[in-house]
């Protein structure tokens, strides 16, 4: 181990995303499911080069001297060194699971994925017709020669870089992939069902483009520095030094280049030349790129068993049929589970308060907004009808930029009050208020989420929203918004964590209880589910605990630095990762409390970014009923042998194994909450 404490962040994060080639190889995972976790896979080392490898590669351009004194950790060439061994190796799996085992699945299925060169006759007369009338009117050659400036490609964008017989002459073309279907179905016949990339449509039609015959078409892509990670990570005066440290000129440099590995390497030297790319920028690649685009892989066959069976989202057994929630969370909370619970009780809250004559206010926070969003027509409708509607729109929300100040600008023009960034902070909690009058004071009704107000997302991603009544939590909640508002300097809570004033402190707190109720013989344990667990101080709290005698269970889905199961170190700590259909997004951090066990949800993991350089809300679970429906969750994951791994020290991702019979979480999780809804219904207790 050579005294290995931390993992690294960016290291592990690429043993989560194995975790995702993990399902993609898993022959027991439906076909156009493990087709959807290769897309995955694609999308989220895009993210990751846009950001972590961008972040590496400005550091790499400090010199070690400023680092040092900007006070920085970082040994940027040694991390992107180790970063392109692991990724090269990562995408020959990828490439293997594409080519020997999906394609040849698909061909048995009768689903052949054709190139230009297996055209039949009738196949080729279709390209040239779609060629005609799809392609051309929106694509053109540029041709360059050997003094031309180097063209400016797009983030993401595919190219063929075609080499023409002509010496030193290139012709630069755009695949139109933003703006028509990357795979088209071509005329078939009796023989199953052909279906082809739109770059072999238009490599087939090339030379009708170009004009004149070429040598060869080799297909690029690059990603560019998505300008957002320092902003993310670090600020206050770090973060203004830092900014005058880093030069400007690296905004929106490269930080990938994938290439076709047949390119010729005459070809590729000139192309490096030509873009100002380091050998570490360069990754061979295969005839296509962008995989993400298999999100939309057609299945023209309409077979049941290549995809995962139906989850329709269920109803609250107690919140179903009801004409007003208010009055319901007047008396006792509510949670919702996403995605296995329907989203629409959100929406519709909002919408009841907009038409509730005694609601005087609705405010909430949106980080990231759907681009068509039940949630902000509520809103719109709530100012219509005269309620003060105030927003805190995140516009900082990485990747979310444009739809978030799109509904803000409409907000804006409905009279609703819109802040758009808190000074120097992201706000990335999920808060809903409403105030109502009620024997002539105003009482507060509160959502507290650990997820985006987002129809889209709630349908795939893992969370729980809170839904109260209960004065403990909604006056918090209230001050939460003062703050945002610029009306308290620092709010007064005392059952709600808030980053980044009691967040951190509050949770060392629990930490040291349990170790001091080991120390003195009571139950000592935590279980703490999170996407991320990065924050070194947190970690070394979590080592002391373990070396305390405290049993720590760990649900982590993504990054984990965290170096379990060590002895001396971390050996009363294990940690598993459950990777399935649904993308795990829920915060939950368990207490035992000296046997009066303790519970709370949150918007924030244990990353330092969410703790010191973020607003984020932790809370309390009060009501028993939500409390045993959340900790049974809790256990069904804990006890998963189907999709969970180990997270141990060699970064191994083995799958846990162990029990007498297979326990599928999410499964499970969807049955308990299905058999709840109905038992509740059949016994009348509603």
């Known amino acids: 181990m050579d005294n290995l404490e931390y993992f690294n962040r960016d290291i592990s994060w690429l043993a989560f995303n194995r975790r995702v080639l993990q399902e993609a190889e898993n022959k027991r995972v439906p076909l156009y499911e493990r087709i959807k976790f290769l897309a995955i896979y694609s999308s989220n080392l895009d993210e990751f080069y846009r950001v972590r490898v961008a972040y590496l590669r400005s550091f790499k351009e400090l010199k070690k001297k400023t680092r040092k004194k900007l006070d920085l950790e970082v040994k940027p060439r040694k991390e992107l060194k180790q970063i392109r061994k692991i990724v090269q190796e990562q995408q020959e799996t990828f490439g293997r699971i594409f ?139 770090l973060l203004d030094k830092l900014k005058k440290s880093l030069d400007k000129r690296n905004v929106g440099l490269p930080t990938r ?38 999100f939309s892989f057609p299945d023209p066959s309409g077979e049941a068993g290549l995809h995962d069976s139906p989850m329709p989202s269920l109803p609250h057994p107690e919140l179903e049929g009801l004409e007003k929630i208010l009055p319901f969370l007047a008396e006792k909370d509510a949670m919702l589970h996403f995605p296995y619970q329907k989203y629409d009780y959100v929406p519709k809250l909002i919408e009841e308060a907009a038409n509730d004559p005694e609601v005087k206010s609705i405010k909430i926070t949106l980080y990231r907004v759907a681009s068509r969003s039940a949630i902000v027509e509520s809103l719109l409708k709530a100012r219509k009808n005269g309620k003060q509607v105030t927003t805190f729109i995140e516009a900082k929300a990485r990747f979310d930029e444009a739809s978030n100040l799109y509904w803000g600008e409409q907000l804006e023009k409905a009279g609703a009050f819109v802040f758009y960034s808190y000074p120097g902070i992201k706000v990335h909690t999920k808060l809903l208020l409403i105030q109502r009058e009620e024997e002539e004071e105003l009482r507060n009704y509160a959502y507290l989420g650990t997820g985006n107000f987002n129809e889209k997302t709630a349908r795939l991603y893992g969370d729980h929203a809170l839904l109260t009544g209960d004065g403990r939590l909604t006056d918090e909640v209230a001050q939460i918004f003062m703050l945002l508002e610029r009306k308290v300097l620092i709010p007064r809570c005392n059952h709600l964590f808030v980053s980044p004033f009691t967040t951190r402190n509050r949770f060392v707190e629990l930490v040291e209880r349990e170790m001091e109720n080991a120390r003195n013989g009571k139950p000592a344990y935590m279980i703490l589910k999170m996407n991320s667990l990065e924050d070194q101080a947190m970690i070394g709290k979590l080592y002391e605990a373990s070396n305390a005698g405290v049993k720590i269970q760990l649900i982590i889905r993504g990054i984990c630095c965290l170096v379990p199961g060590v002895k001396g170190m971390s050996e009363n700590i294990q940690a598993i990762s459950i990777l399935d259909r649904f993308l795990e997004h829920a915060r939950v951090y368990i207490f035992g409390n000296g046997g009066q066990e303790i519970m709370y949800t949150a918007s924030a993991d244990w990353m330092t970014r969410n703790l010191d350089h973020r607003v984020e809300a932790v809370m309390p679970i009060f009501d028993e009923d939500v409390y045993n429906e959340l900790r049974h969750i809790i256990n069904l994951q804990l006890r998963d042998n189907t999709k969970a791994r180990r997270i141990d020290a060699q970064q191994s991702n083995a799958y846990v194994r162990e029990g007498e019979k297979p326990v599928r979480a999410q499964v499970e999780i969807y049955r308990f909450l299905k058999e709840k809804g109905a038992h509740l219904l059949d016994t009348g207790a509603l």
């Open 99 to 237: 080519r020997e085992e999906v394609l040849p699945e698909l061909e048995r299925r009768g689903i052949h994925l054709t190139r230009n060169t297996d055209y039949s006759e009738e196949q080729q007369s279709f390209s040239r017709q779609f060629f005609s009338e799809k392609i051309q009117p929106q694509t053109q050659a540029l041709l360059l020669g050997p003094e031309d400036e180097a063209p400016f490609l797009k983030n993401r964008g595919l190219y063929f870089v075609v080499e023409m017989h002509e010496p030193g002459l290139l012709a630069i073309v755009e695949i139109p992939s933003e703006t028509l279907p990357r795979f088209i179905g071509l005329p078939s016949g009796e023989q199953g069902h052909h279906i082809t990339f739109l770059d072999d449509i238009l490599r087939h039609n090339l030379e009708e483009l170009l004009g004149r015959p070429f040598k060869g078409a080799y297909a690029v892509k690059l990603s560019r520095d998505a300008e957002l990670y320092i902003d993310d990570e670090f600020s206050g005066d």
């Open 257 to 294: 280049f994938l290439y076709d590995s047949d390119m010729p390497e005459a070809l590729l030297r000139r192309i490096r030349e030509w873009f100002g790319l380091g050998k570490d920028d360069l990754i061979p690649g295969a005839r296509y790129h962008n995989f993400n685009d298999f």
